[in-house]
């Protein structure tokens, strides 16, 4: 019977061989999915770092934002201040003038 098998094919003959080979390929297999499992959880630092500096970049935009409305707040103020100043100048310079 050892003989049959062995003409089919040798490794049949030597249950080892035939028993090896898929332990290679699933250890190699394994080796494998440690580094996938591995990049993958290097992709998922990298994305929540990304995340974090979004999120600060997002909020020194508000504040950047923020800033730029409290100072066009105070130009409209300052353009109406000097609009009700040069009216009054003027009606000081014609009760001045023409007393």
């Not at 909020?59 to 201040?81: F, K, P």
Request: hydrophobic share 45%; glycine share 8%; charged share 15%.
């Amino acid at each position: 019977m050892q003989a049959i098998g062995y003409r089919c094919h040798p490794g049949i003959a030597m249950g080892w061989l035939s028993s090896e080979r898929p332990a290679r390929h699933w250890i190699r297999s394994a080796g494998m999915v440690q580094d996938i499992n591995i990049n993958v959880a290097a992709i998922v630092e990298a994305s929540r770092e990304q995340a974090i500096g979004l999120k600060e970049i997002t909020q020194a935009v508000n504040t950047i934002d923020q800033g730029t409305q409290r100072n066009a707040a105070m130009v409209e103020e300052s353009n109406a201040a000097s609009h009700s100043l040069a009216s009054e100048a003027e009606a000081l310079f014609c009760w001045v003038v023409f007393g």
